[in-house]
């Protein structure tokens, strides 16, 4: 029976190469001269240093920047409030990874919904599609394309 995974993830590998490009522009930016302005990415939290709110706030975008033209889609970015103390700034953003279950019985909600005849599963935070034809999980695949549930998804391992 043909089947395929819809999981949400981030490639680690491009991550650390967008926050090194971030770190090296930071570092020789104009504007961050002085600062000790840094990222920092530890268990999918990546922690901006530097000195104010304003220059928080553009650590995020050139970081923003890095990312997307590493590939990696900024929609799995979610950050925190900003701990403003004397001359130190510090903000988290956490890189959401996988499905959670509540968005996943959304999707399978939205798949039971269109009546397509296919069956779905949630393993742990991943969701497993299958049906008896391909062209169901093609439709399927174009359903959730169609539709945002607010992160990036990949369709994987895909089986005849």
Known sequence: MPSFDVVSEVNQHELSNGLDQANREVT?????KGTGSKFDLAD??????TESDFQLNQMYDILCNK????????????????VIQARTATQAVKINV???????RELVKLIKQSKIRV??????EQL??????????????T???DTSPGIPLQYKNFRD
């Open 128 to 141: 497993r599609v299958s049906g008896k034809k391909r062209d169901d999980l093609q439709a399927v695949i």
């Open 98 to 104: 996988g499905i959670d279950t509540s968005t996943a």
């Open 28 to 32: 020789t930016r104009f504007d961050f």
């Open 67 to 82: 990312l997307v033209k590493r590939g990696i889609d900024i929609a799995c970015l979610e950050k925190a409030e900003p």
């Open 119 to 124: 069956q779905t599963a949630i393993q742990g």
């Open 143 to 145: 359903l959730l394309k």
């Open 44 to 49: 999918n939290v990546m922690t901006m240093h």
